[in-house]
Structure formats: structure tokens, C-alpha cells
């Protein structure tokens, strides 16, 4: 079948002269002969010249013949023959130069469309799930937690730069703010939690809020360990007036887990820090006051404040006894979790003696 204008089969044959491989093969295969043709003439002259010298003397006599015989003429014609190879293959490496430097700028221009081409896209579906994670109108309801960080975990994998890993974790936390799908403690949302950390790592899209989150699911599975799986209610909504006498109407709140060990209720609030230190003073004084609310609304007999490094000593003792914090990292910490749990039973114990006497 012909081959059409473009047809690549056709418009790249080496024989139509329009592949500059087959150009440059062609000019070496032109230069190789011609070379050798150079190299044949001089050594036929000097094989004549040495043959022919006996019979010849003296030497410029046998030179002023050949300058004279049709011989100069062909070994001129060999070295003008061969002088113009050399500017012809100049001019073949100049081309080819050229054409690499073109091909190699059209390389780089298709490369810079294909990436804002990738670019915008990104932009488009990171645009999408902002809107549905944290949508601008207030009647519009928004993805579960878990959802929004699984499609976000997709866009921050494919992410180029800091912008858009920065970008991807502040509707992270934003949304966080906002949902109240947490208390949905499935392995969807812990595993929706620990995609999204191992695929931020140490970038600009690493979350504190992530963490913290996380922290608290590590932590409700350690009483669950400690204790009993059934005895331990995580992010469960308690109601009730904060305070015992207040006129304050009945108020819903979360806990992060409500443990009940040993004919006891524990409140149990998780505080997580960024470099795994103690609460600085302020964060502490809120956990303790956060924690004895808990403690009035939900009619708690204690309440136990879990957190990495443990809260700023000496906030504690100012309180009284039935509010206790623990510094839990992992399941090596688990039996210090257990021994405080332990004795908030025993500090409740002597709380009901001291008050039925």
C-alpha cells in the first residue's frame, strides 16, 4: 500500500532522505569511500614512484613527467574531492546539532504541557473534595471523616510540591474542626488516619490533628487491652448538667472513652503533643478543666487524663484526688495505665467511706 505525505512509515524512510540517521550513515559510507580512494591514489604513486625510480633518474626528472601526465590531474581530483567531504560532513554534524537541539526543545516544551496539564488537574479535583469536606453552604452536609481522608490521601500522593501538600492539610484540618463522624471508631477510620500520616511523613502536609487523632485510637485500643473490650466505650456523647446545683440547662459532650473498670466510671480524655512532651501550663489547665466537666456531666467517678509526656507537674495537686494523668506512648506504658486506673478505683473507694460515715 502507497504510503501517504503523513504516514510516519513512509515519512521517516531513511531512502526519502527525511531521517537524519540515515543522512549521517549515508555521509560516513561517502566519507569511508572517498578516504579510501585517497589512500589508494597516494599509495599507487609511491608504488610507482618506487618501482618506476631505477628506470628514472633522477628523481625530479620522474616528477616533472607525472606533473605533466592525466595522473596529477585524478590525484588533484581526489584531494578537491576529498576537501569538499570535509565541509560537507561539517555541515552534516552542524544539521545534526541543530535537529537534537530541536528535538530535545521539543521534548521540553511537550514535558511542560503534560505537567500543567497534570497541574490543573490536580487543582480541579483537589477543588472538588475541599468542597465536599468543607462545604461553603451550611444546609450542605459533608463527606464522613474517613472518606474525605482517603480521597485526600490520593490527591497528597500525587502531589508536586509544598504548596499543594500544605494545601491538602489544611482542609484536613479544617474538616477535623468539623465533623462529628468520630464517633464511627472502625478500623476505616483508623486505617483512613494512618494512610493519611504515612503519606504526609515529615512533608508540609504532616497534621498534628491526624496525629492527635490517631493517638486517640491508640490509646482507647490500650484500655481496651488493659481492661475489657466491652467495659470501654470510646467517643461516646454523654448529657447532663456540668456542674452539680447549676441552673444551667442539660448539656452533650464527647468523651474520648468512658471506662468502667472495677464497679467504677472513668472518664478518660486523650491529649496528644507534637514533640511528645508534657502539656505546657496552659494546655494542661484546660485538660484538667475539660476533664472535670466530663466528670459532672456525665456523672463519672473519676477521671483520667492520658497523654505522651504527661501534664505539667504540680497543676494536679491543686485539684482534688479523683482526677489522675498517665504518660502513654505505646503498649510498653500499658502497665502504668493499669496501675493508675487502679487507683483512681481505690481513691473513689475512699471517697464513698469517708462520705457514708
Request: negative net charge.
Amino acid at each position: 500500500m502507497a504510503q501517504t505525505e503523513n504516514d510516519p512509515a513512509g515519512g521517516n524512510d531513511p531512502a526519502g532522505g527525511n531521517d537524519p540517521a540515515g543522512g549521517i550513515r549515508l555521509s560516513t559510507v561517502v566519507a569511508a569511500g572517498v578516504m579510501c580512494a585517497v589512500a589508494s591514489g597516494v599509495a599507487s604513486a609511491v608504488v610507482v614512484l618506487v618501482i618506476d625510480r631505477p628506470q628514472r633518474e633522477p628523481v625530479g626528472e620522474w616528477i616533472s613527467n607525472f606533473a605533466q601526465s592525466p595522473g596529477l590531474a585524478g590525484l588533484s581530483a581526489i584531494v578537491a574531492a576529498a576537501l569538499a567531504l570535509c565541509g560537507i560532513y561539517q555541515q552534516v554534524s552542524v544539521a545534526r546539532q541543530g535537529l537534537e537541539d530541536q528535538r530535545e526543545t521539543e521534548a521540553n516544551r511537550v514535558q511542560q504541557e503534560r505537567e500543567t496539564e497534570a497541574n490543573r488537574a490536580w487543582w480541579e479535583r483537589f477543588e472538588w473534595a475541599a468542597n465536599r469536606a468543607v462545604p461553603a453552604s451550611k444546609d450542605s452536609i459533608p463527606l464522613p471523616y474517613d472518606a474525605i481522608l482517603n480521597t485526600l490521601t490520593a490527591l497528597l500522593k500525587t502531589a508536586t510540591d509544598d504548596v499543594q501538600r500544605a494545601t491538602v492539610r489544611a482542609v484536613v484540618d479544617e474538616a477535623a474542626k468539623r465533623n462529628e463522624d468520630f464517633g464511627k471508631r472502625d478500623d476505616n477510620m483508623k486505617q483512613a488516619l494512618q494512610n493519611y500520616a504515612s503519606s504526609a511523613g515529615k512533608t508540609s502536609a504532616h497534621s498534628v490533628m491526624v496525629d492527635g487523632l490517631l493517638y486517640e485510637y491508640e490509646a482507647i485500643e490500650a484500655l481496651e487491652s488493659v481492661v475489657y473490650p466491652g467495659k470501654v466505650q470510646g467517643h461516646k456523647r454523654v448529657s447532663g448538667k456540668p456542674e452539680a446545683g447549676s441552673h444551667r440547662g442539660a448539656v452533650t459532650r464527647e468523651v474520648d472513652a468512658m471506662v468502667f473498670y472495677r464497679g467504677k466510671t472513668i472518664v478518660v480524655e486523650a491529649k496528644y503533643s507534637k514533640n511528645k512532651e508534657e502539656l505546657d501550663l496552659r494546655r494542661t489547665k484546660d485538660a484538667v478543666a475539660q476533664t472535670r466537666s466530663l466528670i459532672g456531666i456525665s456523672g463519672a467517678d473519676a477521671g483520667l487524663i492520658v497523654s505522651p509526656g504527661g501534664l505539667r507537674s504540680g497543676v494536679l495537686d491543686q485539684e482534688s484526688g479523683n482526677i489522675l494523668d498517665v504518660a502513654w506512648e505505646s503498649s510498653k506504658d500499658d502497665t502504668a495505665l493499669q496501675s493508675v486506673l487502679d487507683r483512681l478505683v481505690a481513691i473513689s473507694d475512699s471517697a464513698e467511706g469517708s462520705s457514708s460515715s
